[in-house]
């Protein structure tokens, strides 16, 4: 059975800087593409951050780059999300997801877990 945990989230004021982690069991991690996406109240879910299974290839949409870095340690089957200059309209649940298949604009995911809030206030 797939699992993948989040954590790391909380309260933050703007400018804040926050790290969440998702550790996977039940995959072979290594093997996957890890994905960070984000919900927030109402909108629809937005990818923020991707990166292959070496770690070597990362993308990152518009709203967050220069911003966000995620970054993986396959060793401890854990990808991160460090992420900086912290916006008010960063405030969502976080989910990480893995892939199967590296895709730049990932859409859809194979497996994802519970999420983990984030909130940003101004």
């Known amino acids: 059975q797939v699992q993948l945990t989040e954590s790391g989230g909380g309260l933050g004021q703007a400018g804040d800087s926050l790290r969440l982690s998702c550790t996977a069991s039940g995959l072979i991690f290594r093997s996957y593409a890890m994905v960070w996406f984000r919900q927030a109240p109402g909108k629809e879910r937005e990818f923020v951050a991707t990166?292959?299974?070496?770690?070597?290839?990362?993308n990152y949409p518009d709203s967050v780059k220069g911003r966000f870095t995620i970054s993986r340690d396959n060793a401890k089957n854990t990808v991160y999300l460090q992420m900086n200059s912290l916006k008010p309209e960063d405030t969502a649940v976080y989910y990480c997801a893995a892939n199967a298949v590296y895709l730049n604009y990932p859409r859809n995911y194979d497996y994802w877990g519970q999420g983990t809030q984030v909130t940003v206030s101004s």
């Open positions: 990166i292959s299974w070496s770690g070597d290839v990362t």
